[in-house]
């Protein structure tokens, strides 16, 4: 139930159904004011379903992506929502390169290379800061491997050592393969737990992923992708900023087009200072072979159907929400309880969003203790990044963690979390 109502909260929001409907023409520019907190995703998520083209959500930095990652995550399902991260702490540093990242970017760029349905993809400036190898050189990366298909192992041995690929007795991370008999491990930058290969004579018998730590079977494959490390900044391949490699149709959602401006100018240079720190006899690739400029950013963004969550009302379209943010009550239960009733009374409904199940009963034993009365609340267990107040909708959406002014936490992918 808790999921259905939340999903159900901007259905029938007629500003939702405008932005789908100016989303579906081409190249259109849109600003939207007025969405605050989670209200922003809950949008976002009802527009997506409804719409057959991938979506690329940027957010200000890292940490806000995560935040709205995991909203969009819990919404949609983290088959269609993908978090695309920056690969490294600092350019030109090669062994600060973060494998999990890298892992993440690779099964980005593999899935819009596949044919599987539309995805999600939330990003920050950094991580666009990036280039990437083209389309082109990542099919010409990829070992394509299936089920019934002649390969004889030694060749599959040579193409992996040709990746830069490692082998090694046991595979336990990203860019490993091990060989025993006539079955190989191998650990590719696109997925996130290896593949068991098993092989009769030079035909693929069997294809499945398997748990590092346990060594079990979890899933059978019939066809996968092995793809190297796409983000070695030593490789000589070509490389074009992500803006080029997503496709054409995709709508591109941006927070704060002046920030990632400004975020772009300090990144280069810091990018042009390191390079011109190095002092090394192996030749490395200028700034502008790696690094996007805010100037290549912007021209490419005017290509796509945009919307911009701040910026100049007068040159483009602009749809309005009327959403708020959750007030603070430093944790004075009878000022909650006196604006749930003021909420009730001018005709809002209250949800309060909840972690936890304990969660939830900790507000009905809070109210059940207090000496006044509440006269309308609804406990939604589902957890939500921050909450609003909608004046179209008439709904108050609480967040348990702001209203107890505890840490919320984010989660991302293979464990890494703040």
Do not use: W
Request: charged letters at 25%; glycine letters at 4%.
């Amino acid at each position: 139930m808790s999921k259905t109502l939340v999903t159900s909260l901007f259905e029938e929001s007629s500003q939702t159904r405008k932005l789908g409907q100016v989303i579906a023409q081409p190249q259109s520019h849109t600003l939207v004011e007025g969405l605050v907190g989670s209200s922003l995703s809950l949008v976002i998520s009802q527009v997506f379903k409804s719409s057959e083209v991938p979506f690329l959500l940027i957010l200000n930095d890292k940490e806000e992506a995560a935040y709205y990652l995991n909203d969009l995550e819990n919404l949609l399902g983290d088959q269609d929502v993908l978090f695309y991260p920056g690969s490294y702490r600092r350019p030109y540093q090669i062994e600060e390169t973060d494998n999990a990242n890298v892992l993440l970017r690779s099964e980005v760029l593999n899935r819009i290379n596949s044919r599987k349905k539309p995805a999600l993809i939330v990003t920050y400036p950094e991580a666009l800061f990036e280039k990437v190898v083209t389309r082109k050189e990542l099919e010409r990366n990829t070992l394509k491997m299936k089920v019934g298909e002649e390969l004889s192992i030694d060749f599959v041995n040579e193409v992996l050592f040709e990746y830069k690929f490692k082998r090694t007795d046991f595979v336990t991370e990203p860019g490993e393969f091990s060989v025993r008999g006539g079955i190989l491990d191998v650990f590719s930058f696109s997925n996130d737990e290896p593949y068991r290969v098993e092989f009769f004579g030079d035909e693929i018998e069997s294809i499945r992923t398997f748990d590092v730590e346990t060594q079990l079977s979890l899933e059978q494959h019939k066809k996968v992708s092995i793809i190297p490390n796409v983000e070695n900044k030593r490789m000589e391949e070509q490389r074009e900023s992500f803006l080029k490699y997503i496709a054409a149709k995709t709508v591109v959602f941006l927070k704060n087009e002046e920030l990632l401006s400004s975020s772009m100018d300090k990144l280069f240079a810091k990018a042009t200072e390191a390079f011109q720190a190095m002092e090394t006899t192996v030749k490395l690739n200028e700034p502008s072979e790696l690094f996007c400029t805010s100037a290549l950013l912007k021209e490419q963004l005017a290509t796509y159907t945009s919307v911009l969550f701040s910026g100049d009302k007068e040159s483009q379209p602009t749809l309005t929400f009327h959403t708020l943010p959750q007030p603070s009550f430093n944790k004075q239960f009878n000022l909650l309880i006196d604006h749930l009733n003021q909420n009730t009374e001018n005709g809002y409904t209250n949800y309060i969003f909840c972690s936890s199940e304990s969660q939830a009963k900790r507000f009905h034993d809070i109210f059940e203790d207090a000496h006044q009365h509440v006269e309308q609340f609804e406990t939604v267990v589902f957890p939500l990044y921050q909450g609003f107040r909608d004046e179209d909708q008439k709904v108050v959406c609480y967040t348990d963690h702001q209203i107890f002014e505890r840490y919320h936490k984010f989660n991302l992918k293979n464990g890494y979390a703040k």
